[in-house]
């Protein structure tokens, strides 16, 4: 058998769990009871290879099912790579909590189980093993997927669930029929939407402030379609969408998610906080103009990936070991690589970039806090500060003290 050593060790691996991993083969002509005898208990003349051979005929290649059965027990079931015979691998059962007995009557009754199964039942449910953390069971799983067929990208997970309830929706339900006018009128109203929001986020990944302005103000929030009556959680919803349109718009233009994620998060909690419609439509404004602003000062287009990473560790902490020994050690190359590779990017040493961001922060901490000099030197990384005021006046042509001076 193929990737046999995979296999056994995968097998070896969730044993340790105590949890069955299978290899089954409908060659065998019989079939282990793969959900440990559930069904035979629940019905005597169950046919297991008959419900085997049903399973296989729907099972696709390179596709992993992800099952959840209508007795509260979850399963992983996939067809394995081509080998000298067609074999299948089942992973389970498990539960993912405990029964309660309300819960295993009212499934009994449900599914017409005599009462005087109730016991054995709860006795079964007590040998499974509960998986509580099922992320860490599907990494692994992807690991071994990723090794039998060839790369993450080679196979697909499917979810099958068959303990559906009554209210059950799909996830997506075909429209109610209306007139060819009105539907006609529907998809070029929605068509005009996407193609204002693409404009939008195009905008914003350029850093263009009053075009993104314009296209935001070509989308008011107030046309949308209502999905609660609350007016307000209405607007709300739809600044939620913006918040993540925005932040895929910084992404496009080349911004760190370091910077992206401090920003949106703030948006999140300030959206959640709204009291009126008219504060969330000035926050619309103030996000789209704040991730242009975000764009403009934090875009790396046109760098090279490894400048792109000497950049964030630059912006993300202004105090830390920014020289240039310490940059190239930290990433691995020459330092005499690095130095030539940055000022042909950036257009500056290296050196003379981080104290130029030192500075910047520098008045921006000498204009909104009353911090002494000695403490916004430290804080922008240069405890030195008489070194500290070298570069300062260097750069701005006054001295910190001499700069605060003339802000009062």
Known sequence: MQHEAELHFFQKLLEQFHLNFRILCDSHGTIPDPDLGLRRLLNPDTDYLLEFQRLCSHCKPQRVYKIQDEFFCHYFFFRLPEGTETAYALLGPYRLSNISTESLLENAKKLSFPDSLLLQLQLYYQSLTTVSDEQLLLTALHVLCSELFGGMDAFSIQEINKSVSSDYQPVAKRPVPSSPEE?????????????????????????????????????????????????????????????TLLRKAAEAGTVHPLHIDSLSSRFAHQIEALTSEED?????????????????????????????????????????????????????????????????????TLTEYVNRKRVEHAIFLLNSTNLQIQEIAAACGIPDVNYFTKIFKKQVGNTPKEYREKIF
């Open 280 to 348: 969330a439509f000035s926050l619309q404004k103030e996000m789209a103009h704040k991730y242009c602003l975000l764009v403009k000062n934090h875009s790396m287009k046109g760098y090279s990936l490894l400048i792109r990473k000497v950049l964030t560790r630059i912006d993300s902490d202004l105090t830390a070991d920014l020289s240039l020994k310490s940059q190239a050690e930290l990433l691995g190359v020459n330092s005499s690589y690095l130095s030539t590779l940055f000022k042909k990017e950036t257009g500056s």
């Open 183 to 243: 539907t006609l009128f529907s998809m070029k109203f929605l068509e005009e939407r996407y193609h204002k929001e693409n404009m939008l986020i195009q905008a914003v990944s350029k850093g263009q402030i009053h075009k993104a302005e314009m296209f935001l103000h070509a989308l008011p929030a107030k046309d949308l379609e209502p999905r609660t009556s609350d007016s307000l959680r209405n607007v709300k919803n739809y600044t939620i969408i913006l918040n």
